[in-house]
């Protein structure tokens, strides 16, 4: 079974530019997370979709955070602009159903300078 | 707010020097307390997950168990493969919160 596949692995931008994630989850799975994890601590929810429906965004930065699950399979997530502090991995996991066990890809590097 | 604390933040371990990691948590309403590994460069790989206390999951050199509190995740003769950092996290209603992990070294 294909796991959760994300692109690009690495970003690197300058402040104020924009940026865009993509995640691909696995087959199947109805539920889908944008983390972000900056070095040193756990992963932080930003977002959650059940199918393409929002159940989840309240610690998304929507002033500048955006993200989308068209036809409830994959998602892109957008940083538009970009600040120093959002530099860190932004994860991508699904799972089959709300409270089940998620399974992660392999993140996306990105740093700001 | 649910909360997650673990502890140690490091721990450096000869092989075949078992030991315990401790996850303690606050948290209106369990819902199930998962453990995660997580290895340098990669997301998070599910290990287990917990639902009630006195409930003990096991797998290979790895064992986790579970009170009303906490859940501690004991390592059993561990080799340089187990080297990681290890991720607690709980839900409640339907969100996942992590602790920051402990990030475990084993020697040869």
């Known amino acids: 079974e294909a796991g959760v596949a994300q692109s690009p692995r690495y970003k690197i931008i300058e402040k104020r530019q924009s940026v865009a994630f993509w995640c691909n989850p696995i087959?199947?799975?109805?539920?889908l997370y944008w983390y972000q994890q900056i070095l040193g601590q756990g992963p932080k929810l930003l977002i959650q979709?059940?199918?393409?429906?929002?159940?989840?965004d309240s610690q998304l930065p929507k002033d500048r955070f955006s993200a989308e699950r068209l036809k409830g399979v994959d998602s892109t997530l957008k940083i538009q602009p970009a600040k120093l502090e959002d530099s860190a991995v932004y994860l991508c996991a699904s799972s089959f159903a709300i409270g089940d066990e998620q399974y992660f890809g392999p993140g996306t590097r990105l740093t700001v300078t | 707010e649910d909360q997650v604390t673990q502890s140690p933040e490091a721990l450096r371990l000869q092989e075949g020097e078992s030991s315990s990691l401790n996850c303690s948590y606050t948290v209106s309403g369990l819902r199930g307390l998962f453990w995660y590994r997580q290895d340098p460069g990669k997301g998070p790989e599910f290990l287990f997950t917990?639902?009630?206390a006195g409930e003990e999951k096991e797998k290979e050199r790895l064992k986790a168990t579970l009170t009303k509190k906490e859940s501690f995740l004991h390592i059993t003769a561990p080799k340089p493969e187990d080297s990681a950092t290890y991720l607690c996290a709980v839900t409640s209603l339907y969100k996942l919160s992590f602790g920051a992990g402990t990030t475990v070294t084993v020697r040869a």
């Open positions: 979709f059940q199918n393409n429906g929002v159940v989840d």
């Open positions: 087959s199947g799975h109805a539920t």
């Open positions: 917990l639902y009630s």
